[in-house]
């Protein structure tokens, strides 16, 4: 790795993983990429702790694959699988259950970093503890994670005991959070944003079920070949699934038993999903609105609706109030909500400059990780302490994500 | 030569790992190439043992560490350069006392030169031959005369498509593998009276350490991911019936195609 760092000019490299951050923070254009693909090795693991000790490249995929056979899971999990320890750090990605367990970062007990200075450095609260806070959530930018030690969780097996509920308001869903915070380790909720203020959607949660005699095979669903035509999602079309989806659920209400794999990585099974969008793609926006400010979230959701231009793909989240674990860590106290809305051009990129303004004044924040757009006022109001993350950066690195909204200022 | 070995602790398993498998313990040649290592951690979790051998003593370690940590319930390693064809006895003697009854090997290694240097070099040119098929033809005959005694198992190698037509672009590499893919198909029908099995691997190209001085970019459709040829490769050592398999399938049917190309037509081809 040195030798890649030390000849490398000063902001000319970025780490890369599995490239499923859905901007820029995973690009350097015009400039170079460290693919760390082939860090893939898992170095140790303990038994009776479970703590693994595993290189950057190794993906969240194959820790599952190796572990849950043994009785662990991962602490925490994003929504999609296909991503590498290295990204859930730098990203401090969150699941279902960031209400009681905090980030992927909050698992981190320690990592190595490589830093084109100082050679191999290693970080954990009680070596280096401010360039661990920094490296979590800090996008790549303050070295190449070599590897990492990670808290995984112990399960009983591959299943989950999922209970879903329909809910009509903000409050609805608001008091079915509350209510669940307390009695379930996931929760999350799947959003019809054309309904505007007159809000519906699915409320999911769960927790991991002690059933361990029943037979688990991996989902493995169709793969898009290619691009579908960008008309085939349109207004009518996503309000129509929108309708039936909600339907097909609320009528399903109740518990059930389902794998691991349907209840966090439903997208997971439909490989290249993203070409549904056509050949423009889609943007994705998520923010985190704090939670006194419910007037904001409306405001949010009306602008959504009024704009048509919303996708079948809404998750609204209630993040936990524990303190973040990096620097630059995107969740907070407050409502979280993404959603994909297919490229349409200048009219897609207005309606995310309108909603953009509500996140402002709300003082929410935007996830760099799914950012292609935000402005760097916005960054600014989201990450307010950016300045204080900037001399833990390693002088070699940079994306086309951090100049683009921190050298303006 | 140093050998290690290791055992860990077989682990607790309550997902049915797939299918039944016949494999049980592999000698892998070449156990730090970019395809065998993708192979062994897939081995791993269908509850194999192995035997390793490859050059580096310290990469074999980690290749050994990172199998263990994956759950691997025994993993022996034998540092040996295998181009050395004086190393192989003392490989082979390794294996037969302390894996005697070992039921496959996997032949994974193969070295490709710029085919610039190898027109360039007669060593280089040699070598290139020396390492992908006299070595590999020389240590599997060893393993080929234990096996046919024994009356079972299975010899497996990695050659290439690059082995099915001569091209300008790496005739030299592809020779080497050519000359190993005939010299494993008259080996499959001696040994086809004794019951075992020789699989001829082919794949396309992929993406390992062995091609990163390839042009990526311009093609990088066309190169596999390990983990999907190990995949394919693994398919095959489980089943009885394949005798030759090409990863990914495409590569099957390009280059049958590649095949009927007329010479006097080829010959002008530049790829």
Redesign the interface.
């Given at each position: 790795m040195a030798s890649i760092l030390r000849p490398a000019v000063e902001g000319s490299l970025l780490p890369y993983g599995l490239g499923r951050s859905y901007g820029d923070s995973c690009l350097n254009v015009n400039r170079e990429l460290i693919s760390c693909r082939r860090l893939n090795r898992i170095l140790g693991f303990d038994e009776s702790s479970g703590m693994v000790r595993c290189e950057s490249g190794v993906t969240l995929t194959e820790i599952i694959e190796v572990f849950l056979p043994k009785g662990w899971f991962l602490p925490v999990t994003p929504g999609t699988q296909f991503v590498t320890v290295g990204g859930a750090i730098a990203n401090d990605v969150h699941g279902k259950n960031h209400h009681c367990a905090g980030t992927f970062g909050d698992h981190v007990h320690q990592l190595g970093l490589h830093r084109s200075n100082d050679g191999l450095v290693v970080c954990s609260p009680n070596e280096n503890p401010d360039m661990l806070r920094a490296t979590i959530g800090g996008l790549g930018l303050t070295g190449v994670i070599a590897w990492a030690d990670i808290q995984l969780r112990r399960v009983e097996g591959p299943w989950i005991e999922a209970e879903l509920t329909p809910f009509q308001s903000l409050s609805g869903f608001l008091d079915l959070s509350r209510d669940s915070d307390g009695r379930f380790e996931y929760t999350v909720a799947w959003l019809d944003c054309f309904a505007g203020r007159n809000l519906r959607g699915i409320f999911f949660r769960g927790n991991h079920s002690a059933e361990n005699t029943k037979k688990f095979r991996p989902k493995r669903g169709p793969k898009l070949p290619f691009a579908l035509p960008g008309w085939l999602l349109n207004r009518t079309t996503v309000k129509g699934f929108n309708t039936l989806y909600y339907r097909a659920h609320a009528s399903k209400k109740g518990s059930a038993v389902v794998g691991y794999d349907s209840f966090f990585y439903p997208l997971d099974s439909i490989r290249q999903w993203n070409l549904l969008y056509g050949k423009q793609g889609f943007l994705q926006y998520q923010c985190v609105i704090p939670e006194s400010n419910v007037e904001a979230f409306e405001e949010l959701l009306d602008r959504i609706a009024r704009s048509g231009m919303g996708s079948f793909l809404g998750v609204l989240k209630q993040f936990g109030a524990a303190q973040p674990a990096g620097m630059l860590s995107f969740p907070r106290p407050g409502l979280t909500l993404a959603l994909d809305f297919a490229m349409r051009g200048e009219s897609t990129l207005q309606l995310m400059r309108s909603l953009d303004d509500v996140v402002l004044g709300s003082g929410g924040a935007l996830y760099p990780a799914k950012d292609a757009r935000m402005s760097p006022e916005l960054f600014e109001a989201s990450f307010p302490r950016w300045r204080s993350f900037v001399p833990y950066i390693d002088p070699k690195m940079s994306s086309s994500f951090w100049r683009r909204v921190t050298e303006a200022q | 030569m140093n050998t290690t070995s290791s055992q860990a602790?077989s682990?607790?398993?309550?997902?049915?790992?797939g299918t039944q498998s016949t494999l049980k313990k592999v000698v892998v040649l070449g156990a730090t190439s970019g395809i065998a290592l993708e192979v062994q951690r897939q081995l791993v979790?269908l509850g194999c043992k192995l035997l390793l051998a490859a050059r580096s003593e310290q990469r074999l370690e980690?290749?050994q560490?990172?199998l263990l940590?994956?759950?691997a319930k025994q993993v022996l390693t034998c540092a040996a350069d295998l181009a050395a064809i004086e190393n192989h006895a003392g490989l082979f003697d390794f294996v037969r006392r302390s894996f005697p009854d070992y039921d496959t090997v996997l032949l994974a290694y193969g070295a490709m030169h710029d085919q610039k240097d190898s027109e360039a070099s007669i060593d280089v040119l040699l070598e290139e031959l020396h390492v992908n098929y006299v070595s590999a033809a020389a240590i599997l005959t060893l393993f080929a005369d234990d096996l046919e005694r024994r009356r079972t198992g299975c010899i497996a190698a990695i050659t290439s498509v690059a082995g099915d037509r001569g091209r300008r672009a790496n005739y030299v590499y592809g020779s080497a593998k050519g000359a190993l893919s005939l010299f494993l198909q008259g080996l499959r029908s001696r040994l086809h009276p004794a019951g075992v099995k020789v699989l001829t691997i082919k794949p396309g190209p992929v993406e390992t350490?062995m091609t990163d001085h390839l042009d990526h970019l311009s093609s990088a459709a066309h190169f596999a991911e390990p983990k999907r040829v190990a995949r394919d490769i693994v398919r095959a050592l489980e089943r009885r019936s394949p005798d030759v398999v090409y990863t990914p399938k495409m590569w099957r049917y390009v280059m049958t195609a590649v095949e009927h190309i007329p010479e006097t037509i080829f010959k002008r081809l530049s790829f």
């Open positions: - | 602790d682990s607790q398993v309550r997902i049915a790992s979790r980690a290749v560490s990172d940590a994956r759950g350490p």
